[in-house]
Every structure is written in C-alpha cells, then in structure tokens.
C-alpha cells in the first residue's frame, strides 16, 4: 500500500475551480494560452504576476465575463459561459477598476446588492463596520477615498456570502495598514471555509496571504505550489551574515555542511549555502564552538526572487 | 427574472434628483424658459390661433421631450459603459435586461414628469382654451418615448464613448424629427427620405400624438401604436446583439 502524499490530498481536498487548457486572445494579442490549474475548496489561491501577464482575463474568464477562445472551465461544478447567473448567485467578484454610479450612497449599493442574490444575505452593517465603513455609510461613491471604494467593492463581494471569493489587485492603491487589515478579513473568509482566489502583482502579499500561487507571465503559467515550496524549489540559496571577532570562526564555518562561500569583510560573515538546513547547522557550529557572535541574521530569498529566476526580470518591471 | 428591478429604479431616480443639473435642467429649466420668456414677453397668441400653436406646438414640445429623455438614456448607459459600472453590475445575478429596464422606467417617469410640469406652466401662462384628453395624450407620449428609446439602445450599443454619446444621439435623433411629419407631411418628402420616414418610429409618433391630442380615438390608431411596438421589438433585438458592455 502506497499511497503518495498528493493522492491522499485530491481525496481530503475538492477542486471548486478546474481550469484546463484555456487560451483568449483579443485579435491578434494572446491574452492568456494553454492555461490550467485547479483551486481547493478552502483555500486561499493566488494568480501571480506582472500588469498584463494575463491574470485579469483568466479571472473574468472564471467569472463568466469572458468566454474563452479554447479550453475547458467548471466552477462549483458549473460551466462559467452556459450557466452565468446560476454561478454568480454563489461567487462574489471584486473587480480591478470598477466603478458604481458617482451618486450612489454606501448603504444603497449594500441594499441593492443585497436583494440581487437567491441567498439570504449576511448583515451588511456588520460588513461595513468590519470594513471600517460604518461611518461612511451615508457617503457618495464618488465621495469616497480610493481605499474606501475598494474596501466598499470587497463588501459587495462578500454580501452574498459567497462559496467563492474573486479579488482582483484588491489591496493595490491601499496604504499599508489597511493592506493589512484586509488581508486579515481575507483570511477570515478562509477560516469561515469558503474559497478565495486573488490575483496580484504584490509578492510580499502572495507570499503572506496565499496558500498556494500560480505564476502567471505572458498569458502562460511557468509554476504552481505553496509559496515555500517554490522558494525552496527555485532558490534553495541562503545566506547568514554575523559577526564575530573569533580567529577561528572562518575555518569553522567553511567546514559546515551546506556552505558554498564565507566572505569576511571588516569582522563580518557572509555564509552562502544552499537548503533548510543551512541555518540550523551555522547556528550549530557557534554552539559547538563556542564561537562569541555580536550579530546574526539570515538572509532568505522570497518568491521576488523566484520570480526574477524565472523570468529574468523583477516583477516591477 | 427582474430581481431587484425596482430597487435599481428607485435607486437610480435618487441618483438623477442628486445631479446637480438633472432635476432642474431636465424639467426645471425648460418649463421655466416657457414661462419666463414666453409667458411675460410675448403677447398671449390672438384667439385665432395658428393650427400650429394649437397642435403642432404641444405636438413638437412633446417629441422634444421624448427626444431629450432618450439622449438623457444614451449619455447614462454610455456613461456607465466607459466607467465600468455596467461591467460590476454584470458580474452580479442582476440580468441586463433589468438593468436596462430601469433606466427607462426612470426616462419614462421623468418624461412624464416633465409633461405634467409643461401642461401645468402652459395653463398658467397661456390663456389658451385646451380641451385635449391629457391623459390619453400622456399614455400616447409614453407608448413613443418607449419606442424611440429602443433607437437609444442602439445608439448607445454602438457610441465608442461618453463624449460622443450626446453630439452623435443629437445627429441622429433630431433629424428624425425633421422627417417626422410635424412640419412637412410625410408622402410629399422625396423618395429617399420617405423610406428612411417609415422605419423611424417618430413617423407614427407624430401622427399618433397630433390625433390624441385633437380627440382621436385611440381605435383610428391602431395602426400607429403597432407600428411603434414592432419598431421597439426590432430595435431592441438589434440592440441586444450589438450590445457591449465594456
């Protein structure tokens, strides 16, 4: 009896989004080609990539917004193009640049939102003061910060509450600490079992928000796993840097399993290794060694760093 | 299957009271301008009054009213095309036909609205003896503005953006009128424009109208009133082919 580690996970995990071999092109430009993939019930899915790598239309392509040229699309085991509105009763969509009537009042989107699906809705005051809009409620649209409409466009989605979840760039134009604070509503979506499935150029919210992503350039998809795995798959490189003013310390360090290269600079090291352990087994060597260290940090690359080994460019450019 | 029609349509007569034009400018200012202007500076019209003044008057401020309603739909759902909000309000259970629905139920309100405001300012200003059946007359008003509307979906399926949505409704509406046969009477036109005159609905507007309003029966109009609704039915099924939503 063997059974591998993914066989015991498609039986625990259902696919919700099955994506097979879709292709869009607008003209002449290939949006999006030979793309595949499938997002868990529960989980929080993230399509990678630069500005017009092709997430937007894979999104409304899934959505039901856009029809595909070729390949296959089920959702809650629904055909997207043939059943439209049966889908979108059950999903909730937040999409990039989207705008409401310039006059149109918080709470009368909410009210009207509300009363579009099959399904009860949940309470759309909570909602807005969840959102940090309870005091906006009475406001315009057209009066509302960019971070305020955004977070309005993530409570409409949410109205419903949806199986699934689609956010689209939802934290881009936002400070910092609102980032923050809708990531962790995101994460509360997961915690109430739904699905979520988010497109960004952001690494750092992939990287904090996503359990599993796909990266997505020139309408292709190069890779799919949990954030870590593809740290660990495409840059397996780490780095220490400490200091310390033991003579011994450099021979020390070159004998440790995993190191590749000990730089010293004015009483500074510079470990380079590859895999997990590398830290593990510098730390080791201080104790064994009894080696005194005024400073100890690591050096971890993230998926920027997968992405620029993938593509060769940084995904700012 | 209408699901949340007449939510949108409250929601969206709220919208157009809020604009900072869209009461007053709509409705306001032109009754104002019939009052002010031609109540005060002009003579009341002699009581032999032109046929024109007595019929066509009414007739033409009616079908402006109309016209304007349906400019006022072209601009909006172009509007709402080119900000992406018809875009959102696709990706919900909202149906386009709802969407759609509602805004003319609004135009329909508001022309209404604006007919009611025109016959009140008119009584005031025009010591004009009117015994018109106004309310057939407003049903007759409604049943054209709906089917000149349906030429607005398609003027606004094929506008590429808000900017032009209003100059290329104008060039294409006012000129319907023209033909109309409000000033010139339809057979006499010349051969080419009577054929374009018979498939625009303002042709059996007009008629219809100009017979309402002199007591008609709406029996001798039969005719007129199928003429729009077969127009409407066309019109919107273009309409819902050439349909964009982004």
């Known amino acids: 009896m063997h059974l591998s580690v993914s066989t015991i996970l498609q039986t625990i995990m259902r696919p919700v989004i099955q994506v097979s071999g879709v292709r869009k092109t607008y003209g002449k430009t290939v949006a999006v080609d030979e793309v595949s993939f499938e997002v868990n019930e529960g989980e929080i899915f993230g399509l990678i990539g630069p500005n017009g790598a092709g997430k937007t239309t894979t999104m409304e392509c899934i959505e039901g917004l856009r029809t595909p040229d070729q390949g296959t699309i089920s959702v809650l085991g629904l055909d997207p193009f043939r059943h439209v509105y049966k889908l979108q009763d059950r999903i909730g969509v937040q999409l990039q640049q989207a705008q409401l009537q310039k006059r149109i009042k918080v709470w009368e989107a909410l009210d009207l939102w509300a009363l579009l699906y099959q399904k009860k809705a949940i309470d759309g005051e909570h909602l807005l003061e969840q959102l940090g809009l309870a005091d906006k409620r009475g406001a315009w649209f057209m009066n509302l910060s960019g971070g305020q409409k955004q977070r309005l466009f993530i409570a409409l989605a949410l109205i419903n509450d949806p199986e699934v979840v689609f956010l689209d760039e939802l934290t881009t134009g936002l400070d910092p600490q609102s980032r923050r604070a809708i990531w962790d509503l995101v994460r509360g979506i997961r915690a109430r079992g739904k699905t979520v499935f988010l497109t960004t150029h952001l690494m750092e919210e992939a990287e904090r928000l996503c359990d599993r992503v796909a990266i997505i350039e020139h309408g292709r998809i190069i890779d799919i796993d949990r954030p870590e795995r593809l740290v660990d798959r495409h840059c397996p490189e780490r780095t220490v840097v400490l200091a310390t003013d033991d003579p011994i310390a450099e021979d020390r360090f070159r004998a440790v399993p995993g190191v590749e290269a000990v730089i010293l600079t004015d009483l500074r090291f510079t470990i380079r290794g590859r895999g997990d352990d590398l830290v593990t087994e510098v730390i080791r060597c201080l104790s064994e060694n009894r080696i005194r260290v005024t400073d100890f940090r690591t050096i971890l690359p993230n998926l920027e760093d997968v992405f620029l080994k993938l593509t060769g460019h940084s995904i700012r450019e | ?246």
């Not at chain 2, 007569?13 to 002010?36: N, Q, S």
Request: glycine share 6%; net charge positive.
């Open chain 2, 1 to 246: 299957m209408m699901r949340g029609l007449w939510k949108l349509t409250w929601i969206e007569i709220k919208i157009f009271l809020r604009e900072p034009l869209g009461a007053f400018g709509t409705i306001g200012f032109p009754v104002l301008v019939l009052g002010r202007i031609a109540g005060r500076r002009l003579a009341p019209p002699p009581l032999a009054a032109s046929s024109f003044i007595l019929v066509s008057l009414p007739v033409l401020a009616s079908v402006l009213i109309a016209v304007s309603a349906v400019l006022s739909l072209v601009t909006i759902i172009s509007i709402y095309r080119e900000g992406g909000i018809l875009k959102r309000l696709r990706a919900t259970p909202l149906r386009p036909q709802t969407i759609l629905t509602a805004h003319v139920i609004v135009k329909l309100i508001l022309t209404a609205a604006t007919l009611a405001l025109m016959v009140l300012a008119g009584k005031r200003y025009y010591p004009v003896d009117v015994h018109a059946p106004l309310f057939s007359f407003t049903l007759a008003l409604l049943i054209s503005t709906w089917s000149i509307l349906s030429i607005g979906f398609l003027i606004a399926s094929i506008v590429p953006t808000a900017r032009f949505a209003q100059p290329i409704g104008a060039i294409i509406l006012y000129p319907m009128i023209a033909v109309s046969g409000l000033f010139v009477r339809v057979d006499s036109l010349p051969p080419v424009l009577h054929a374009v005159a018979r498939v625009l609905p303002l042709t059996y507007a007009v008629p219809l109208l100009q017979g309402i309003w002199n007591g008609d029966a709406w029996s001798t109009h039969v005719g007129d009133v199928a003429a729009l609704a077969v127009l409407f039915a066309v019109c919107t099924a273009l309409s819902a082919r050439v349909f964009r939503w982004e």
